[in-house]
């Protein structure tokens, strides 16, 4: 670790602490060529993964939920934010102890925040992820729609409790 004053490369750990409830490690550190004395932290860093239907682990892409989002949400008269508030939705499925998260939980995610927003960016959605191949997976999609209210009062969910 490099000294922010001299520029130094040797310095050495006077004393490591567990910080953020055990996520990071503190460090103060001692410059051993001008004795300037500084903090680092140190934090493991994850790569989020998706777990495909058919077995797979693929990266976690913020920007391909954001675009089927936009997509369904097309020519839709919604809120400013909208997008945003349900991408982040969706990426808060994932923290450090859950990296790897089923597909189907992020599609019923992407799901319940566009059925609480817009019932067309919904149907739209679920044509796409739900497979539809006719006019009747429509019809029972909306009698569906129809038995149940809708969740969280038409608002964006909440994110889920740890996460």
């Known amino acids: 670790m490099r000294c922010q004053m001299c520029r130094s490369e040797d ?3 006077i004393d490591s602490r567990s910080a953020e409830e055990g996520r990071a490690i503190r ?8 004795g300037h004395r ?3 932290h140190e934090r493991a860093t994850y790569q989020p993964l ?7 682990l693929d990266p976690f892409s913020a920007d391909k939920v954001r675009a089927g989002i936009e997509q369904a949400l ?6 400013p934010g909208t997008v945003e ?3 982040t939705q969706t990426e808060s499925l994932f923290s450090a102890e859950n990296a790897v998260v089923p597909a189907s939980q992020i599609g019923d995610t992407v799901l319940a925040g566009l059925r609480a927003v ?9 044509s ?5 191949s006719g006019a009747s997976d429509f019809e029972r999609e909306m009698a569906a729609m129809e038995v149940v209210s809708p969740p969280y009062g038409g608002k964006v969910p909440p994110a889920p409790a740890g996460g």
Do not use: M, N, Q, S
């Not at 460090?27 to 001008?34: H, K, Q, S, V």
């Not at 998706?50 to 797979?56: C, E, N, S």
């Not at 097309?74 to 809120?79: G, K, L, N, S």
């Open 27 to 34: 460090r103060r550190r001692e410059c051993i060529e001008c």
């Open 11 to 13: 310095t050495k750990v």
């Open 118 to 126: 817009d019932e067309v960016a919904y149907l739209r959605f679920a």
């Open 50 to 56: 998706v777990l495909k239907r058919d077995g797979r």
């Open 74 to 79: 097309a020519d839709r008269a919604v809120p």
């Open 38 to 40: 500084f903090t680092t």
């Open 128 to 132: 796409v992820y739900k497979d539809f």
């Open 85 to 87: 508030d349900l991408v």
